[in-house]
């Protein structure tokens, strides 16, 4: 793998930076070989692996070309990294900076589907019978308030952020934090938190869920 390191994060890049896009050939194996002193048969397992990744395609006769699939392919990737790499004191922070801030967008965008999902969101929490469901339908809360927005970097931005809820850390700690009476009380705060939102009221929605996050900041992390 080392000796592929190199090979491997060109490539990566290349992809990254857009200096390939989809449909444009690589270099011939011969060439990649060359370039990076490393021998066909290395070349040939990097490109496997890219292939398998769904990152590029070959064609025997015609080469090795970036997969029409490649940029949505690396999102994922990028996401999935990223997530991998995110501590709940990095999400807690993070959503106490953003979920205020994107309030104002949610008032004034939120349509009736948009309550009515939110609603349904709340229904479905509170009648979870076990804490990975409700959990589940929390985090697809905060989604459907994000999503009210009608902004797709906002959407896209909240998606990571529920990717992380979902990994190992945030669980292990939601297990140890959420007594039935936590659970209670932030089923009563989301209920308020979308109230405040379909009465278009800013000021109270902002201030809720403020006071929602710092709850859960202060059960999770004891701060």
Request: proline share 2%; glycine share 6%.
């Amino acid at each position: 793998m080392s000796l592929a390191r190199p090979l491997r994060e060109s490539i990566l890049d290349q992809l990254h930076t857009g200096q390939w896009r989809a449909g444009d050939r690589l270099p011939t194996e011969r060439e990649l070989a060359d370039t990076f002193g490393v021998s066909r048969t290395t070349v040939r397992k990097a490109l496997a692996d890219f292939k398998q990744q769904g990152l590029i395609e070959q064609t025997v006769g015609s080469g090795t070309f970036v997969a029409e699939q490649a940029g949505a392919r690396l999102g994922q990737r990028i996401q999935h990294d990223s997530s991998q790499h995110t501590s709940p004191a990095d999400l807690m922070e993070a959503r106490l900076a953003m979920e205020p801030a994107i309030i104002e967008l949610a008032i004034r965008n939120a349509t009736v589907a948009d309550l009515r999902r939110m609603d349904d969101c709340c229904d479905q929490a509170e009648a979870a019978q076990t804490l990975e469901a409700f959990e589940h339908w929390d985090a697809e809360l905060h989604q459907a308030i994000a999503d009210a927005a009608h902004n797709s970097f906002v959407g896209n931005v909240f998606s990571l952020m529920k990717t992380v809820r979902a990994q190992g850390d945030w669980g292990q700690l939601k297990k140890k934090s959420v007594t039935p009476e936590r659970r209670l009380a932030y089923q009563v705060q989301h209920r308020q938190i979308v109230s405040a939102l379909r009465d278009r009221d800013g000021a109270r929605a902002r201030e809720l869920t403020l006071e929602h996050l710092l709850q859960v900041r202060r059960n999770l992390l004891g701060y």
